[in-house]
């Protein structure tokens, strides 16, 4: 009997949900340690510890509420799918409409008319076929053999939210890194004196065993992942600067120029939009969707033939 090993992928959903309980256990035993059990007591101080405990609980509220914003956002939101019966534009629809698509070695024979705008860029239609979906793939695009379809502009399936990484989540992924970084962060630098205290507490007993071990796993966890998250900030800003996809690092090292990168303003855009006051928020405005085609995820701007 052959083994579908595609098949199997998809049990890393039930893998998934468990995160999703992890991340819920995290927040809360960071929520009691460092709001309930050490930061909010301080609040009956009065003078500068209150003051202190005020900016720290405000700030671990504000970074917790947009944290679990742009998680939920990623869980929860479509990254992308392909349209049905999708096809790509012909080269009159493209000149009408004033853009066009970009195209590589899979393109199909009906799709190859180019076009060049005045600015050094071209579009043109780059299409591929997904055999397991019986469908064209707009460029970019790629089949998740855990989600078992094709997702637009696809980065990676995360199993931390059950879901893919792609056109329409990214920035929320993006902010959701961000934020937890900053928190894990912040719960590590206020718990430390707690943490330092902890042995001589323990010995002298001025604490019960138990708060004492939810501040020092709370601590070493927050310390962890406050590592952890700082490489993983590094390599997203690397490939939001270049305008990669996680799963396109291969093809852009083969390449002497990436053909999407664009410079680094047009490349944040394309995932950020132009609207400064959503910039740190999981919401994109109607008016970037309209006018930047890449957030939609089906047509991308490329560098010129010459120029890539």
Not at 11 to 22: P, R, T, V
Not at 87 to 101: C, M
Not at 102 to 119: G, V
Not at 279 to 290: G, I, Y
Request: hydrophobic letters at 45%; proline letters at 5%.
């Amino acid at each position: 009997m052959e083994i579908n090993l595609f098949r199997l992928c998809t049990g890393l959903k039930a893998i998934g949900y468990f995160m999703i309980l992890l991340v819920a256990a995290i927040v809360s035993v960071s929520y009691y340690a460092v709001v309930v059990l050490t930061w909010g007591p301080e609040l009956l101080r009065g003078g500068l510890h209150s003051v202190l405990a005020i900016v720290i609980i405000v700030l671990f509220h504000f970074l917790l509420i947009m944290l679990l914003w742009s998680y939920f956002m990623v869980v929860f939101r479509d990254p992308g799918s392909v349209p049905e019966n999708w096809k790509p534009p012909t080269p009159e629809e493209i000149l009408e409409a004033g853009s066009s698509l970009t195209s590589s070695e899979n393109t199909a024979p009906e799709a190859s008319t180019s076009i060049h705008s005045t600015d050094g860029q071209e579009r043109r239609p780059e299409v591929g076929y997904c055999s397991r979906c019986q469908n064209a793939k707009p460029p970019r695009c790629h089949h998740c053999s855990v989600c078992q379809r094709c997702v637009l502009k696809m980065d990676h399936h995360c199993v931390w939210v059950v879901n893919c990484v792609g056109a329409s989540n990214y920035k929320s992924f993006l902010l959701f890194l961000l934020y937890t970084f900053l928190e894990t962060t912040m719960d590590t630098l206020v718990l430390l004196p707690h943490f330092i205290n902890f042995f001589s507490e323990a010995k002298s007993h001025s604490t019960s065993p138990g708060n004492l071990a939810v501040v020092f796993v709370t601590f070493v966890l927050n310390l962890a992942f406050s590592l952890s998250l700082l490489c993983f900030v590094v390599m997203h800003v690397s490939l939001l600067s270049s305008n990669t996809t996680s799963v396109e690092v291969y093809e852009k090292r083969r390449s002497t120029r990436w053909k999407y990168d664009l410079g680094r303003k047009k490349n944040f855009e394309q995932v950020f939009g132009t609207k400064k006051a959503l910039w740190f928020f999981p919401l994109l405005s109607k008016e970037d969707l309209d006018n930047i085609p890449a957030l939609r995820g089906l047509e991308f701007p490329t560098l010129s033939d010459n120029e890539a």
